[in-house]
């Protein structure tokens, strides 16, 4: 997966491999869909939900650019793969999720592993976490149809945060807090479920 999928695909930040390579993805799997967890695709992971491909976690991860000590915010555990990736790199991961089956599914999972240093949440992740703001990185992980504003809002200073935009297909946009503003790109054409807002 690492070798052929991610760095064969141009990813070549080693704490991304290193964590890529670690963490066991069949566990955050359905017993039912384990045979496939280490393929080049996402894959269902219950409530209507994705896991997911390989190469686009570690893409996204590479994109925080992260250095090994920054406070991370994930929105949108899910099966908490990619919290698990973020905590294999980083001291300390919060991670938000709207569904309740699945935020105790990620939670007994990523304990499972003895990850401890992942702080878990239920409920609107578009308000981000105000109480443990600011991040040095922002991890959005289903596709909104604009930026929810509250999130950049809560980068330290040079913090980096990816999203994926749009409507039905969406982008991957990276936005860096830069002085006072913010710097935009957009990255890679992409899929993911759509990001749910109660406000
Ligand atoms: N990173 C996940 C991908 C999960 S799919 C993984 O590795 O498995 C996207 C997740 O975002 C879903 O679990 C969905 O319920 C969640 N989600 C959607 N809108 C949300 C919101 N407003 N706040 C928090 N989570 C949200």
Redesign the pocket.
């Known amino acids: 997966m690492v070798e052929v999928q991610i760095r064969g695909r141009g990813v070549s930040d080693e704490r991304v491999l290193a964590a890529m390579r670690k963490v066991p993805r069949h566990l ?1 799997i359905p017993p039912e869909l384990r045979r496939f967890a280490y393929g080049d695709e996402p894959l269902p ?1 219950g ?1 209507g ?4 491909q390989p190469y686009i ?1 570690a893409y996204m991860t590479a994109a925080l650019e992260l250095k090994g000590g920054e406070r991370v915010l ?10 698990a990736v973020l905590a294999e790199i980083v001291p300390l991961v919060f991670t ?4 309740g089956p ?1 935020f105790e599914g ?1 939670r007994l999972a990523l304990e499972g592993l003895g990850y401890a240093n992942v702080r878990f949440r239920l ?4 308000l981000g976490w105000e109480e443990e703001a600011p991040f040095d990185s922002i991890i959005v ?2 596709g909104a149809e604009r930026v929810p504003e509250r999130l950049p809002k809560q980068l330290a200073p040079n913090g980096r945060m990816i999203i994926p935009v749009g409507s039905g297909f969406q982008e991957l946009v990276l936005i860096v807090r830069e002085g006072k503003g913010f710097r935009k790109k957009k990255l890679l054409p992409v899929r ?7 406000h």
């Not at 929105?75 to 919290?83: A, D, K, N, W």
């Not at 409920?123 to 578009?126: A, C, H, L, Q, V």
């Open positions: 955050f992971i409530e939900q994705t896991i997911s976690v994930e929105v949108g555990t899910g099966s908490g793969y990619q919290t938000v999720e709207v569904i699945l990620a409920g609107d992740g578009t992980t289903a993911f479920v759509p990001l749910v807002s109660s």
